[in-house]
C-alpha cells in the first residue's frame, strides 16, 4: 500500500515537471555558473532565467532575488544580515515564529547585538497588530520579522496590514513566506515587504532550495564570506535546485485558485470525518476560513499523546505530523502551542494534517476510517 502522506508543511514531494526541468543540470549541463566555458555559461543562463521566472512572481527585479540553500538560510541572511549591518538595533517578532527566526533571535540577544521585542497574539495565532503599531513607534526597530504562514496551525498573518504600518513607520520588514508558496500571493509591492523568504521544499520544489527577496535599498552584511551571489551568497551554486525552485513556483502560483478549491474541499473532507466520528477534539488556530491556510488541521485529541497517534497511524502508512520537523526529535511542547494558550499536556496530544495537491478524496476516505479504527481500540 503506498503511503497517504498528510505532512506536507514539513516537506512536499517533488512535482514530475519540476524533476524533469533539473535533470540536464545534474546529467548534461553541470558547470559552475561562475565559470567562462560553455558549461559554466548554460548554468548562469538557466540561473538568471530562473530569477526572472521568481521576480515575475513577486512583482520585484531580478536583481532582487538571491538564491539561498534553503528557508534556514533566508532567514538567517535577512535577519543577521540587518543587524550586522545595523547592531544594538531593535527586533519586533512573534514567538508563534519559526524556530529558524526564534532561535536567531536568542543568540542575537545573548551575545548583546540586538534587542529583541515579542508582540502579543490570541488564541488563534492572529498577531495583535495595534500591539505592534505601539511597539514600532515606541521601540524604533531595526526590523519586524512576521511569518506568513504558521507551519504548525496554519494562521495567516494580515502581511499588506502590517506592511503599511511598518511603511509608514520606515521600519524594514522581513516576511518568512516559506508555508504561503503554494497558496497565497507573494507580490512584494502588494504586501509592502523589504524582505520575504521561500522554500523550495514546501512547494513541491527540492530540498535544499531556497530565496531571500531583498529590496534594492536595504542593505544586508553577508553571514557567510566567499564573494558569490551579489557578495551575500557564497558557494558554489547549486544551479538544479534554483532551476527546480523557479519551475515549483511558477506551478504553484499559476494555479493558486484552482488549488484553493481542490485542496480546501479535501480539509472541510477531513475536518468533518474527525469531528464527526471522534468526540471531544478540538481545531487548534482559526477556524476554516479566511484566516487558516486551507492546507492545515492542527487537532487536540482528548486522551492519545500526539506521538502515539502518529505512530499508530504511520504503521497504517498514514504520515502526520505532531508539529514541526525542527522540533520532532524534542522531548517538549511545541513553543507555537503554548503560545496560543494550551498546557504542556495538552500541546502532546495536537496532531498537524497538512495536505497538497497531490492528495485524493480517497486518502482522506482511508484516513477518517483508520482513526475510526485506531479510535475502537484505544480511545482518542
Known amino acids: 500500500m503506498n503511503n497517504i502522506y498528510l505532512d506536507n508543511a514539513s516537506t512536499t514531494k517533488i512535482g514530475p515537471e519540476v524533476l524533469k526541468t533539473m535533470l540536464p543540470f545534474l546529467t548534461e549541463n553541470y558547470g559552475n555558473s561562475h565559470?567562462?566555458?560553455?558549461?559554466?555559461?548554460?548554468?548562469?543562463?538557466?540561473?538568471?532565467?530562473?530569477?526572472?521566472?521568481?521576480?515575475?512572481?513577486?512583482?520585484?527585479?531580478?536583481?532582487?532575488?538571491?538564491?539561498?540553500?534553503?528557508?534556514?538560510?533566508?532567514?538567517?541572511?535577512?535577519?543577521?544580515?540587518?543587524?550586522?549591518?545595523?547592531?544594538?538595533?531593535?527586533?519586533?517578532?512573534?514567538?508563534?515564529?519559526?524556530?529558524?527566526?526564534?532561535?536567531?533571535?536568542?543568540?542575537?540577544?545573548?551575545?548583546?547585538l540586538a534587542k529583541i521585542i515579542y508582540v502579543k497574539n490570541d488564541k488563534t495565532g492572529i498577531i495583535d497588530i495595534k500591539d505592534l503599531e505601539t511597539k514600532i513607534i515606541h521601540e524604533n526597530p531595526g526590523l519586524v520579522s512576521v511569518q506568513y504562514v504558521n507551519n504548525e496551525i496554519g494562521t495567516i498573518q494580515n502581511i499588506r496590514e502590517i506592511g503599511k504600518i511598518c511603511e509608514n513607520n520606515k521600519t524594514i520588514f522581513h516576511v518568512d513566506a516559506s508555508q504561503a508558496g503554494n497558496l497565497l500571493s507573494l507580490d512584494t509591492k502588494e504586501l509592502k515587504v523589504n524582505l520575504m523568504t521561500l522554500?523550495?521544499?514546501?512547494?513541491?520544489?527540492?530540498?535544499?532550495?531556497?530565496?531571500?527577496?531583498?529590496?534594492?535599498?536595504?542593505?544586508?552584511?553577508?553571514?557567510?564570506?566567499?564573494?558569490?551571489?551579489?557578495?551575500?551568497?557564497?558557494?558554489?551554486?547549486?544551479?538544479?535546485?534554483?532551476?527546480?525552485?523557479?519551475?515549483?513556483?511558477?506551478?504553484?502560483?499559476?494555479?493558486?485558485?484552482?488549488?484553493?478549491?481542490?485542496?480546501?474541499?479535501?480539509?472541510?473532507?477531513?475536518?468533518?470525518?474527525?469531528f464527526t466520528e471522534i468526540k471531544k477534539t478540538k481545531l487548534i488556530g482559526p477556524e476554516i476560513g479566511e484566516n487558516r491556510l486551507c492546507a492545515n488541521l492542527n487537532i487536540k485529541f482528548s486522551k492519545v499523546e500526539g506521538k502515539e497517534l502518529l505512530f499508530y497511524l504511520d504503521s497504517k502508512n498514514i504520515c502526520v505530523s505532531t508539529g514541526s520537523a525542527c522540533t520532532s526529535s524534542e522531548n517538549k511542547a511545541s513553543h507555537v502551542l503554548t503560545s496560543v494558550g494550551l498546557t504542556e499536556s495538552e500541546a502532546r496530544k495536537c496532531i498537524r494534517f497538512s495536505l497538497s495537491f497531490f492528495n485524493t478524496e480517497e486518502e482522506i476516505d482511508n484516513t477518517i476510517w483508520t482513526l475510526k479504527e485506531i479510535n475502537k481500540k484505544i480511545e482518542l
Do not use: W
Open 35 to 112: 565559470s567562462l566555458h560553455s558549461l559554466g555559461i548554460k548554468s548562469k543562463e538557466a540561473i538568471d532565467k530562473s530569477k526572472i521566472s521568481v521576480s515575475k512572481f513577486l512583482n520585484c527585479s531580478p536583481t532582487e532575488i538571491i538564491f539561498c540553500s534553503g528557508a534556514s538560510e533566508a532567514n538567517n541572511m535577512a535577519i543577521t544580515g540587518i543587524i550586522k549591518n545595523n547592531p544594538g538595533k531593535t527586533i519586533i517578532t512573534s514567538k508563534l515564529e519559526h524556530l529558524s527566526i526564534l532561535k536567531q533571535c536568542d543568540y542575537l540577544e545573548r551575545k548583546q
Open 199 to 274: 522554500s523550495g521544499s514546501k512547494i513541491h520544489g527540492p530540498k535544499g532550495s531556497g530565496a531571500l527577496f531583498k529590496q534594492t535599498n536595504i542593505k544586508l552584511e553577508p553571514i557567510i564570506i566567499g564573494g558569490h551571489e551579489n557578495i551575500l551568497e557564497s558557494g558554489t551554486q547549486n544551479t538544479a535546485c534554483i532551476v527546480g525552485l523557479a519551475k515549483a513556483l511558477e506551478i504553484a502560483q499559476t494555479n493558486l485558485i484552482q488549488r484553493k478549491e481542490n485542496i480546501s474541499k479535501l480539509q472541510q473532507k477531513l475536518f468533518d470525518g474527525i
